[in-house]
């Protein structure tokens, strides 16, 4: 390292230690609990708590109560860590406070982790905000992060074929389960039906916490058309 490049060394956005590039140090990065590292429900990919290592071969293809009795429609989803620490300010600083430079560092944890077991992707689609929030935002940070796994992946990417079309209340206000589903209930419509017609889709969203946005997104889908929808996300809530 130069004389000039110890004197203007990055600073980690949450210790401030000096840092090479990106905007989070290593030792931040490492405080990250993957959910990779879990056996996890095949279908929604709900960890179940124990580690995957030496329960691979038992609980390959178990499904969890919420799946036994049916509601998802989506054929495959998985998170790629749990929304707490380190990772959780870092979206929040990303998608409230426009520190757009964690873009970076958050893309490639998606990118890093990519679920080995999804099929072939045709196009992804991030889950869209509502024209009055993205005004105030400026920018959809799904879109933002899917534009860079879409070129990871080798797939197009999409971020206007699906809309919303009523600025419902945050997910995140809503007590229960059933509140959730009635809030965005009828919220996403289909630009264009050609755009997604017998398509494999990613439905990209930041956070899954009961899945109901993630489902309506992905019945409009299915109703246009679509031939599949697997899901990412980049966290996971744990009730």
Do not use: W
């Amino acid at each position: 390292m130069g004389l000039l490049d110890f004197i203007f060394t990055n600073i980690c956005h949450f210790c401030e230690s000096a840092i090479n590039e990106d905007n989070v140090c290593k030792p931040c990065l490492a405080k990250i609990r993957y959910i990779q590292d879990r056996a996890v429900c095949s279908r929604c990919g709900m960890p179940f708590g124990f580690y995957n290592l030496s329960f691979s071969s038992e609980y390959c293809g178990h499904l969890c109560g919420r799946c036994i009795s049916g509601g998802y429609l989506f054929d495959m989803a998985r998170s790629v860590a749990y929304y707490e620490g380190i990772l959780r300010d870092m979206l929040h600083e990303f998608k409230y406070r426009g520190v757009l430079q964690l873009s970076r560092v958050l893309s490639h944890i998606l990118i890093y982790n990519y679920p080995v077991e999804f099929d072939p992707v045709d196009v992804v689609i991030p889950v869209p905000l509502h024209l009055r929030k993205l005004r105030h935002r400026e920018y959809n940070q799904v879109a933002v992060l899917g534009q860079e796994l879409s070129k990871y992946i080798g797939s197009s990417f999409d971020p206007f074929v699906l809309r919303k079309q009523y600025d419902t209340r945050p997910q995140f206000e809503m007590k229960s389960e059933r509140e959730r589903r009635r809030n965005v209930r009828g919220t996403f419509v289909i630009e264009d039906l050609c755009r997604i017609k017998g398509k494999s889709v990613l439905l990209l969203d930041d956070v899954f916490t009961t899945g109901s946005t993630l489902n309506e997104c992905t019945g409009v889908l299915l109703k246009a058309g679509a031939g599949r929808v697997q899901v990412l996300t980049l966290m996971r809530t744990v009730h």
